[in-house]
């Protein structure tokens, strides 16, 4: 499952707005020494990250005249393409390879394509390798799926507020964090409602462990178990998370990965709960009414 806010692009290409070092665009550095060899490819990748941003900047450019009358669709096409083609040259100074390799397949993937989400996987590794850094997006997917109680924490190893850091640092390895991209896109959507990951998904989180240095399955600490069984009990009696599938199960398991936050958010679980147990008919809106501090210190200690 690829993050919502990446937002893909297809279509044209306008050779007016490319720009070379010569004429003012960023230069992304050298992928291999100074070589005839280098140049032709740093041109090459220079060109590939034109026909790419072009497409997407007009992909992209649809003014909203009812919020600004005034919008320029010409100004917004180039304010979208030069931020685009600024971060694709960067790109080659920060990770050569991997970023000329990812801005090609990107670029082969979507350039002529309608616009649309057909190239998501693609996308997302353009960005990670040529604008964030690799595991920033897959990583944010993976901690949100474990923190919701879709993947059981200790499976993987991460939980808390380290998850996202702790994620990222193996993914830097190109087999670590293909293993990342198997595990997010055999994931279900995000939601609410997702169902707990799936006996073949699981096997990914098997494929990611062996990966991935560093990350390893985690032994369940029983008494954090049993308090975890008992908050999630109540939460469910309460309509806590409203009319989620296999509540008291994700709602365990929310509790295990929050509890990797430390004692504070352990101390916020124990105070709520027992505010929880002394409502005599307990309900989300009961709970608003008589548990809002428990409510607001557990929400602000536990995420």
């Not at 034109?50 to 600004?68: I, P, Q, S």
């Not at 954090?224 to 009696?237: D, G, N, R, W």
Request: aromatic share 6%; glycine share 6%; net charge negative.
């Amino acid at each position: 499952m690829v993050s919502g806010f990446i937002v893909l692009f297809a279509l044209g290409c306008d050779e007016s707005h490319s720009r070379t070092p010569e004429d003012g665009g960023v230069d992304g550095g050298e992928v291999d020494g100074s070589s005839d060899a280098s140049v032709d490819a740093r041109a090459e990748h220079f060109a590939t990250c034109d026909r790419l941003c072009a497409h997407n900047a007009e992909c992209d450019n649809d003014c909203n005249f009812d919020e600004d009358p005034n919008c320029d669709e010409e100004e917004l096409y180039d304010q979208l393409y030069q931020a685009c083609d600024g971060d694709c040259r960067e790109g080659l100074s920060l990770r050569p390879e991997p970023c000329v390799a990812a801005t090609s397949d990107f670029a082969g993937c979507a350039v002529g394509d309608a616009c649309g989400d057909v190239c998501s996987h693609e996308e997302r590794s353009y960005l990670e390798q040529c604008v964030f850094h690799p595991g920033f997006l897959v990583c944010e997917n993976v901690c949100a799926e474990l923190e919701i109680g879709c993947i059981p924490y200790e499976t993987i190893g991460l939980r808390g507020a380290s998850c996202k850091v702790n994620c990222e640092a193996p993914a830097q390895d190109i087999d670590c964090l293909n293993a990342l991209y198997e595990l997010d896109e055999c994931s279900p959507d995000l939601a609410y409602g997702c169902e707990p990951i799936s006996d073949a998904c699981l096997l990914k989180v098997a494929n990611v462990v062996e990966k991935c240095d560093s990350l390893e399955t985690a032994t369940l600490d029983t008494d954090e178990v049993s308090a975890c069984q008992s908050f999630a009990t109540q939460q469910c009696a309460c309509n806590f998370w409203f009319e989620i599938d296999d509540c008291e199960l994700r709602s365990e398991r929310r509790c295990l990965f929050a509890l990797g936050r430390g004692s504070v958010c352990a101390d916020a679980i124990d105070a709520f709960q027992t505010c929880m147990e002394s409502v005599e008919t307990c309900s989300r809106e009961t709970l608003r009414d008589e548990c809002e501090a428990e409510w607001n210190a557990y929400s602000a200690a536990c995420g």
